[in-house]
């Protein structure tokens, strides 16, 4: 379509002028009968009616549409160079224009209320960061530094252990205290290691022979426990590029999690699926479950539900995701179980497209 048909002002009077002219072939035809000086004086006046009206509806458009049309698109673009206080002053007409100023104006009255509030949550969050990052590096300096006297603390405990006789009493006391020694080195090690993590290692790899390693682990820690632990290890799975060591420690976690949800016999099934260029590994148990109001805090650091525990395995095993590119979830009801999915793109898939679908 030709420019000149894509203005406003001419569509507007397009319509206006194909009447007119209707009109004045109407006019024509019914004055015949007149003579041609008289006709032609006729026409002429009302040709120039047909252009006073014309010209009129034009000036008339331009005040009451053009004016707010060029004003609305000045204030858009001062907004979109960032100043939302600009608003349109043909808001307080009583006509349809001013419902649209009226509206307009609102929409940047709740836009600049919108980033206030997004300023303020973003300086509330880096300072929270901020915090978190010199709390992380201050336990980060304490645990190494409580590490080697706790070393020194186990070593005696096993020398006065081989000094003790064989029946003494004193025997189980030692055991309690090797046990909470190495509690408190776990503790020490996980701390570590959320708050110094060591850089991914990725390597293009089948992410069932990972799984399937963490699988075998968590056997061994059942025991004699009335626990199954399945794995369905699918015959063919895109290659994942991952940190073969670190998703083996996020597996290992969620098994070991899910041994303990259960207190007398049980079953977990950790099962593998491919889904829109993303590979995926479940585990499922048949546990006590976890109730609805705590479901969402449990990826939060030193939140435990545990008496024993650091509370830093899921909160570490959602960051070693997210490090990934990848997405953890839950899904769980007390007394039914929990479920846990653990989504990681397939090498070369683009993660962005992912976030959502997952």
Same mark, same amino acid.
């Given at each position: !379509? ?19 002219? #209707? ?14 000086? &008289?006709r ?8 120039? $009616? ?10 008339? #458009? ?16 001062? *907004?979109? &160079? ?30 600049? =209320?919108?980033?206030?509030?997004? =300023? %303020? ?14 709390? $992380?590096e201050?336990?980060?300096?304490i645990?190494?530094e ?8 186990? $070593? ?5 252990g ?23 080195? %776990? ?17 293009r %790899? ?28 699918? &015959? ?5 590029k991952?940190?073969?060591? #670190? ?11 899910? *041994?303990?949800? !259960? ?40 939140f ?22 990848g ?32």
């Amino acid at each position: !379509m030709p420019r000149l048909f894509q203005n406003w002002r001419v569509k507007a009077v397009l319509p206006v002028a194909a009447v007119l002219g #209707l009109g004045l072939l109407i006019f024509e035809t019914a004055t015949l009968s007149l003579e041609s000086t &008289a006709r032609h004086r006729v026409l002429l006046v009302a040709a120039g $009616g047909a252009l006073a009206i014309s010209a009129v509806l034009l000036v008339v #458009l331009a005040v009451l549409i053009q004016r707010p049309l060029t004003e609305m698109q000045q204030t858009v673009a001062r *907004i979109r &160079a960032g100043d939302l206080f600009a608003s349109v002053s043909f808001a307080d007409r009583k006509d349809e224009i001013g419902a649209l100023g009226r509206n307009f104006n609102e929409m940047v009255r709740e836009l600049r =209320e919108s980033r206030v509030e997004i =300023e %303020s949550l973003h300086r509330t969050q880096m300072s929270r960061a901020e915090h978190l990052a010199s709390l $992380g590096e201050l336990a980060a300096g304490i645990a190494h530094e409580v590490r080697n006297p706790l070393a020194g603390i186990a $070593g005696a405990v096993e020398v006065i252990g081989q000094q003790l006789p064989a029946g003494s009493s004193h025997r189980e006391v030692l055991k309690e205290v090797r046990q909470e020694v190495q509690r408190i080195q %776990s503790l020490l090690s996980d701390l570590l290691q959320y708050a110094r993590p060591r850089p991914l290692q990725f390597l293009r %790899s089948d992410l069932s022979d990972t799984i399937e390693q963490a699988v075998l682990l968590a056997r061994q820690q059942v025991g004699h426990r009335p626990i199954q632990i399945e794995f369905d290890k699918p &015959a063919h799975l895109p290659p994942v590029k991952h940190d073969a060591a #670190l998703i083996e420690q996020v597996a290992l976690n969620l098994l070991v999690n899910a *041994i303990q949800a !259960m207190d007398q016999a049980g079953s977990i099934r950790v099962s593998m699926e491919v889904r829109d260029g993303l590979v995926g590994f479940q585990v499922a148990d048949t546990g006590r479950g976890i109730a609805a109001d705590v479901l969402p805090k449990i990826f939060r650091p030193f939140f435990t539900t545990k008496g024993h525990g650091t509370g830093l395995g899921l909160s570490l095993a959602k960051g070693i995701i997210e490090q990934h590119g990848g997405l953890i979830g839950v899904t769980s009801r007390l007394g039914s179980g929990t479920e846990f999915s653990v989504w990681l793109p397939a090498a070369g898939a683009p993660v962005a497209e992912h976030a959502h679908s997952a």
